[in-house]
Nanobody, 114 residues
Framework: QVQLVESGGGLVQPGGSLRLSCAAS????????MHWYRQAPGKQRELVAR???????DYSDSVKGRFTISRDNAKNTVYLEMNSLKVEDTAVYYC????????WGQGTQVTVSS
């Protein structure tokens, strides 16, 4: 049974930082591309960052230079380090991967507010 479990969300002031984690089980993690998506209220879910099995990373323009995605294959975990957070980064953040079908975590809320 595949499970993706996110953690690390919370309330932070503008300019602050958070580190999200997504622990995976039931999949051969090291072979898979992992994604972080987010969905703000009233908006569509958008891709924030992805990291391939070879550690190649891509980012949306809105987070480039502020967010860093990384992975630890020994821990079956993918991370999203978020710095210089803005109010518009407020959203539920989801971990995702595709292995014959899409798998999603339950999401973790990130709120950026003063």
């Amino acid at each position: 049974q595949v499970q993706l479990v996110e953690s690390g969300g919370g309330l932070v002031q503008p300019g602050g930082s958070l580190r999200l984690s997504c622990a995976a089980s039931g999949i051969i993690f090291r072979f898979l591309t992992m994604h972080w998506y987010r969905q703000a209220p009233g908006k569509q879910r958008e891709l924030v960052a992805r990291i391939t099995s070879g550690d190649s990373a891509d980012y949306s323009d809105s987070v480039k230079g502020r967010f860093t995605i990384s992975r630890d294959n020994a821990k079956n975990t993918v991370y999203l380090e978020m710095n210089s957070l803005k109010v518009e980064d407020t959203a539920v953040y989801y971990c995702n991967t595709y292995a014959r079908t899409d798998y999603w975590g339950q999401g973790t809320q990130v709120t950026v507010s003063s």
